[in-house]
């Protein structure tokens, strides 16, 4: 007696152009992973969809031009020029010009701090 064939049953197998074969790997801290877990809780879907709606409905914009990335650079390449000139100032004993130049010189450090990219602020999300 043989047994009636069936369909393996569960749910039909996606086509190819939509399965999905490649894994991206981020390391999280306790806090930043706890957010994210918290923040695709609260969406009603799971962690990995609300990570992979997140980078492809948003565009992450350089803060600073390419033209500012390399002034600034520039700027910054100027420091240990600055630090000989400051010596020789000091022992020259020419203290009231070394710190006149000082002063410029800090006040060029607090603008070149609102240009100068960091690692936190370097870039904008704006949606999509």
């Known amino acids: 007696m043989s047994k009636p064939t069936t369909g393996k049953g569960g749910r039909p197998s996606k086509p190819t152009d939509e399965k999905r074969t490649h894994v991206v790997t981020i390391k999280l801290n306790d806090a930043e992973y706890s957010d994210l877990l918290e923040r695709s809780k609260t969406a009603g879907v799971k962690m990995a969809e609300y990570v992979r709606h997140g980078a492809f409905r948003l565009t992450i914009v350089s803060r600073l031009s390419e033209i500012e990335k390399e002034i600034a650079k520039g700027i910054l390449n100027l420091s240990s020029d600055f630090n000989q000139a400051m010596t020789c ?40």
């Open 89 to 128: 100032f000091h022992q020259l004993k020419l203290r009231s010009a070394a710190n006149k130049l000082a002063a410029v010189v800090d006040k060029m450090f607090e603008i070149l701090k609102k240009l100068r990219p960091n690692k936190d602020t370097d870039y904008v999300c704006k949606n999509t």
